[in-house]
């Protein structure tokens, strides 16, 4: 995919990451097999004590208790993933269930329609497959408490891809069978797919008459149990209806009737999420528009785009300038400059430059966020936060009528700090709270910045750039050096510094000089921007 092509499929900020995740080659030719364990123990899942609801222990295990298979969302040898059974736990064996039946297990099932579709179906392959095997299937259960809302859905597509309902067993006790088929894992959902990953999907468009709808807008309007609500999106619904775009919000229609809509349609246009998975029962070549409600990157999408084969376009119109979350909470959404681009692009007009978002708008999104996080002192405060960092990079860039360069900080004991911009000061330099990740850019096109972290263990790690993250969070693991570079075309040098529990600063380097240190943690640093003889600021005036 040349550059002419991406330009026109990536209308988003940080593009050089996007760039990245998009044009990343997930196709696996790993071969799948199947297991057989004999006499094979399931465990329900759990979760582990001090991590999220979505990673537990249990899954498949040997008559030894010997860990077979559960969940995997990482390529070996990590662990970790969105949703992840990974190892087994103790159990008496008094409490053991003990069954004659020989078993199929399936993995995981989760009461989330987009997590379902990309997490839980990746050894359906095998049922597929085999559409006269009677076997029992076995589930494993993430977040119970939801258990009856399965029915809504699950049980449908279940049986669209040849698994009957009286053939699902959602386990919930220790269970011993008298064997346990285990299917490999056709997909690890951000990483990796196989040619068996969309034989599932595959199934159900071919026992499902198409739609003869078109071209469709994916709205979330009438979804009332959403945990996410979507401020404006109204604008992007008539938007697309003048362009001949029929606007559906899919929960209102018969699960068999979504599957028809989509697997119809040649152009579909939604927001990115859960509606954006829907395109997994697309037809190879449909063209998709993603619009991102937050500005968090897509690589689940980007995964299925190739699978697929969709001609697919990703539009940033996020708007929020409060906390905003890719699961839950209040996003507010509006024509964007990114929004703008792709418009004169792809259609071929120009936004009005009156547009502008309401009063009445605006008083609705700060209602719904206070509402949706007055339980969250914290959020609440991180926003403000984020909101004068926002109006600080504002203030400085009009001062020096070029973008500002903005860094966002990690440390140990408060996570992300708010955004700070050159020549500010971010960290604790009066308390021993270690710098772990770090994140540099400008605010707006101006150049690139690239930067590497130092740790005694293991050195300088692979340089990165324009808000990527450099260093690693959740760890416990501090940085104790920085190299941070600009392009010289810029007219600008960068310059930084570090400070250290010693509680001395360490003297300024310059654009791409090492600082590293070896015996003491850091918890502050500097960056500031200074230009080479007023280079800087004619070459920016040059540019606009």
């Known amino acids: 995919m040349n550059e002419i092509d991406l330009k026109r499929r990536l209308y988003v900020s940080n593009v050089d990451h996007w760039k990245q995740i998009c044009t990343k080659k997930y196709f696996s030719e790993r071969p799948l097999e199947v297991k057989t364990v004999e006499s094979g123990i399931i465990l329900p899942a759990r979760p582990i004590e001090g991590k999220d609801a979505y990673h537990c222990r249990g899954g498949v295990c040997d008559r030894d208790l010997n860990f077979v298979a559960g969940y995997n969302n990482l390529p070996p040898p990590g662990k970790n993933g969105t949703y992840c059974i ?148 109204q604008y992007f619904e008539e938007f697309f209806r003048r362009r001949g775009f029929t606007v559906i919000a899919p929960e209102t229609l018969s699960i068999t009737d979504q599957i028809a809509l989509i697997t119809g349609a040649d152009e579909v246009a939604t927001f990115l999420g859960t509606l954006a998975h829907w395109s997994l029962f697309s037809h190879k070549g449909a063209r998709w528009t993603f619009i991102n409600r937050v500005d968090g990157i897509a690589s689940r999408q980007c995964l299925i785009n ?59 999104y700060i209602e719904r966020w206070c509402k949706y996080f007055s339980g969250n002192p914290k959020r609440s405060i991180d926003s403000l936060e984020q909101l004068h960092s926002r109006i600080a990079i504002l203030e400085r860039q009009v001062e020096c009528k070029r973008p500002v360069l903005c860094f966002d900080v990690h440390s140990a004991q408060r996570g992300w700090l708010p955004t700070n911009v050159e020549g500010d000061i971010s960290g604790f330099y009066d308390k021993e709270w270690s710098l772990q990740a770090i994140k540099i850019k400008f605010n707006e096109p101006f150049c690139n910045v690239r930067y590497s972290v130092y740790y005694p263990d293991t050195g300088w790690t692979s340089e990165v750039a324009n808000g990527q993250q450099a260093g690693v969070v959740g760890k416990n693991k501090a940085f104790y050096g920085i190299c941070i570079r600009i392009d010289r075309l810029s007219g600008f040098d960068v310059l930084y510094r570090v400070h250290s529990f010693k509680g001395n600063w360490s003297m300024w380097r310059r654009n791409g000089e090492k600082i590293a240190v070896r015996d003491v943690k850091l918890n502050a640093i500097q960056i500031k921007l200074e230009p080479r003889g007023g280079e800087g600021a004619i070459r920016w005036t040059k540019m606009n």
């Open 86 to 233: 990974d190892e087994a736990y103790p159990i008496d064996r008094t409490e053991l269930v003990h069954s004659d039946d020989d078993v199929i297990f399936s993995g995981i099932l989760v009461c989330h329609f987009g997590h379902f579709l990309t997490d839980c179906l990746s050894r359906m392959w095998y049922i597929v497959q085999n559409l006269d095997d009677t076997r029992k299937v076995i589930f494993l259960m993430v977040k119970t408490s939801r258990l009856q809302e399965l029915k809504n859905w699950v049980y449908q597509i279940l049986d669209l891809m040849g698994l009957s309902e009286d053939r699902v067993v959602i386990l919930d006790k220790p269970t011993q069978f008298k064997s346990v088929t285990v299917p490999d894992q056709a997909a690890r959902i951000k990483f990796d797919y196989t040619k068996e990953f969309l034989a599932p999907f595959e199934h159900v468009r071919s026992r499902v008459r198409p739609s003869s709808i078109k071209k469709v807008f994916l709205t979330r309007s009438a979804n009332v149990v959403s945990l996410m609500h979507l401020c404006n999106q």
């Open 306 to 364: 190739e699978a697929v084969g969709l001609d697919w376009c990703f539009v940033s119109a996020a708007m929020s300038f409060l906390y905003a979350e890719q699961g839950g909470g209040t996003c507010l959404l509006g024509p964007t400059e990114y929004w703008q681009r792709y418009i004169i692009d792809h259609h071929r007009r120009r936004l009005d430059p009156n547009v502008r978002l309401s009063r009445a708008i605006t008083d609705d």
